[in-house]
């Protein structure tokens, strides 16, 4: 009986973790819940870099739930040119030309800016469960936070990167870490949270680093300079009247 | 005459309204700067020029209902005679509830092409009158009044009114067009009274598996050779590493046209192609290859161009064009024409926008 005890003691001290315990699916509902705004508005800067220069371009974002957003860049070589997603379509206004585009197939493979992001990335309406089967593989403590370690396959061909790890913060749900790899687990290009910032309750990132791990020196920094969530926003800004502007 | 004098003064009225709203926008200034050496083969004459282009363009805030834009433009090829030869814009938009007012000089985008477009009505993108080593192969500029009417989220109608290159109001160009999309595919289709000529056209856009636009348009009363159509594919191919390779390959034919190999005016060839070939070994650097081809007779104009991305929007670049083709062909090797491109030509320089 005595030599039960310290078994059942142990039971105990872990049965609220068991019970409370969160499954894959629920970590990574909770982790898209806590990144999407009914509106944001956000003005930043992504800075690519690789061993032939370095170049950085300001802009101005708008964006409303999942499936709408617009982004303005604002540095010179770039000014006034603007992207619209919306109803599942991607259009493109070159200003100089006043000419609109709207982007389809293999054009949305195109990498926006000359960055590690595409506009394809760009158009992703589907939250992380519709594309990827997740599976937690354990805990581990990541810039001394205590973080999920979960093991997204994706369920279709139609996604960028076959496989991803990542490193969700335990208590906050913010992606600290991601490596995104081939089917093989060939890995292309890590995603590292550099520093961060608190809006509402919820913790995100204010610059992150993507870099790409087939080129030596090359990466992405993404930067959030300034964040509003839940603005009230014009009702015509996600239309084509209002990106030919 | 008249006209100059009106415009000089809108352009002048339009500088002073924009000038405080300049300070609360920085204006951005392009600089070209392209030494080059051409090879002319009909007189065996070697030449070097320093070929320049400068920009400045001053906008104001785009938050407003009201919003407009001035920019210079001169360059080392065009003398400047008269105030309209540097101002490439000057215009204002005005956001009313229910549609957009924009009168001034500027540019409308109608049809799908980067070299060809039939559906470019008003300006015209069928000639082969183009410099390869520019980024933007089209970008005339006019002054015009339209008014832009939206009819839901992807669709417009649009009304277009020019101002007479002569005194004659009846050489006023107007034109119309309504764009939308019908299932996948847009569908934009228009007409334009252009120098007493009728042009309607209609112009698709969709994706199956690559991009593809068709474009057609005719003038009417016809002369045989103004029913164009123009065409185009594009496809992106990502290879390892983040590089990729761009391939384009547009279509020009006029059915009525001259089917005849040889030295036919630009406006009445039957068919020409355009292939595009860009290969981005880096976000910083991209090599490219663009040509106009006549498949009538074999020749070609075309140009091959590295671009170096060096620093933030200052690019180095450097382009070899070439003519081949030989004597009486549309493009030649030896073309004794005025203002024919030289045959071959080397152009290092730099670009810069700040």
Known sequence: ?245 | MVRDKLLSIFTLILLIALSPLVASENPIVEMNLLPTLTYKANSDAWDTFFNWDLSLSLSSNREKNVRGEVVLKANSFTPITKLDDVLYKAYFKARFPSFRLTAGKNRLSWGDGMLFNAADVLYGSNDTSVSLTQSELRGNTDWLVSVNYPLGFFSFAEVVLMPPQSNKMSDTFFGARYYTLIKDVKIEGGYATVERLHKPYLSLQGNLGFDWYLSTSIALPTTGNSWVISAGVFHLVKLASERSLTLRLEFLNRPLGSWEAGRIDDSNVALLLYPELVFAYSPFLSFTLRSIISPLDLSAMSTFGINWNAFDAFNLIANISLATGEDDDLFSWRSSEIGAPPSFSVTIGSSWIF
């Open chain 1, 1 to 245: 009986m005595y030599k039960k005890l310290p078994f059942l003691s142990m039971l105990l001290l872990l049965l609220p973790s068991l019970l409370f315990a969160l499954t894959a699916d629920e970590i990574i509902g909770e982790m898209d819940r806590l990144s999407t705004f009914e509106t944001t508005y956000l003005t930043g800067s992504i800075q690519t870099t690789d061993r032939f220069g370095t170049k950085t371009s300001r802009f101005n974002s708008w964006s409303q739930g999942k499936k709408d957003s617009l982004i303005e860049f604002t540095s010179a070589a770039e000014r006034g040119q603007k992207i619209l997603r919306t109803e599942g379509s991607l259009y493109l206004f070159y200003p100089d030309a006043e000419q609109l585009i709207r982007m389809q197939g293999a054009a949305l493979r195109q990498s926006m800016l000359g960055s590690d992001i595409s506009y394809e990335d760009m158009t992703e309406e589907k939250t992380t469960l519709d594309n990827y089967e997740a599976k937690l593989e354990g805990e581990e403590s990541f810039k001394n936070r205590d973080c999920y370690v979960l093991l997204l396959t994706a369920k279709s061909r139609s996604v960028a990167y076959p496989i991803q790890k990542i490193w969700v913060d335990k208590q906050t749900f913010l992606v600290w870490k991601a490596e995104y790899s081939t089917k093989q687990g060939r890995l292309l290009k890590e995603m590292e949270v550099l520093e961060t910032f608190n809006v509402e309750d919820r913790v995100l990132p204010k610059q992150s680093k993507i870099e790409d791990k087939m080129k030596k020196n090359s990466f992405t920094l993404m930067t959030i300079d300034s964040f509003e969530a839940n603005p009230q926003l014009d009702k015509r800004i996600f239309t084509l009247e209002n990106l030919t502007w």
